[in-house]
Antibody, heavy 124, light 107 residues
Framework: QVQLQESGPGLVKPSETLSLTCTVS????????WSWIRQPPGKGLECIGY???????NYNPSLRSRVTISVDTSKNQFSLKLTSVTAADTAVYYC??????????????????WGQGTLVTVSS | DIQMTQSPSSLSASVGDRVTITCRAS??????LNWYQQKPGKAPKLLIY???SLQSGVPSRFSGSGSGTDFTLTISSLQPEDFATYYC?????????FGQGTKVEIK
């Protein structure tokens, strides 16, 4: 059973950089895409971006200028850095696995494994 | 970005009721549509992928349908553990986007 666990500071000051790591256990990070998703308190879900185990990335254009997602296959981890944070970046941050599945002859991505989420508050 | 709009935003229902939630995409997404259930303080859980395929381990009272721009999640007989918020999500094009959620509450 694949498990994901987020780790990192729960409080970040405005204008600083938010850094989180997701550790994957129960399976290899190799061969899959890995993603970061966030949810502001009481609001909906937003995809931040994803990374392939080889290092190729895809970022949400709304955050692209501030986001970096990286992977460390030797540690079975991937990470998120978000620069110049403001209060609007306060959210629960989830790591998740976008699995490529096959249905009705089509390839489709869906999030099959999620971390428990970690609340990051941006405040001085 | 593809906008996903769910309706209603919330609903009240009783145990045993049939519940239907609708999700509309701002452009055609074929069947690249997934449904998730989220309970308070927990991560979302995958219910349905590719509009109508039931994820392994999910009870058969959950079903999905639709294609193009209009999709439906149906719970055939609502159970106490089904009170939660439900999200649709498109994976037709990046950035993958979610609906705003539908909260199912106890009547």
């Amino acid at each position: 059973q694949v498990q994901l666990q987020e780790s990192g500071p729960g409080l970040v000051k405005p204008s600083e950089t938010l850094s989180l790591t997701c550790t994957v256990s129960g399976g290899s990070i190799t061969g899959y895409y890995w993603s970061w998703i966030r949810q502001p308190p009481g609001k909906g879900l937003e995809c931040i971006g994803y990374i392939y185990y080889s290092g190729s990335t895809n970022y949400n254009p709304s955050l692209r200028s501030r986001v970096t997602i990286s992977v460390d296959t030797s540690k079975n981890q991937f990470s998120l850095k978000l620069t110049s944070v403001t209060a609007a970046d306060t959210a629960v941050y989830y790591c998740a696995r976008p699995r490529l599945g096959l249905a009705a002859g089509k390839d489709i991505y869906y999030f099959d494994y999620w971390g428990q989420g970690t609340l990051v508050t941006v405040s001085s | 970005d593809i906008q996903m709009t769910q309706s209603p935003s919330s609903l009240s229902a009783s145990v045993g009721d049939r519940v239907t939630i609708t999700c509309r995409a701002s452009q055609s997404i074929s069947t690249y549509l997934n449904w998730y259930q989220q309970k308070p303080g927990k991560a979302p859980k995958l219910l349905i992928y590719a509009a109508s395929s039931l994820q392994s381990g999910v009870p058969s009272r959950f079903s999905g349908s639709g294609s193009g721009t209009d999709f439906t999640l149906t719970i055939s007989s609502l159970q106490p553990e089904d009170f939660a918020t439900y999200y649709c999500q498109q994976s037709f094009s990046t950035p993958w986007t979610f609906g705003q959620g539908t909260k199912v509450e106890i009547k």
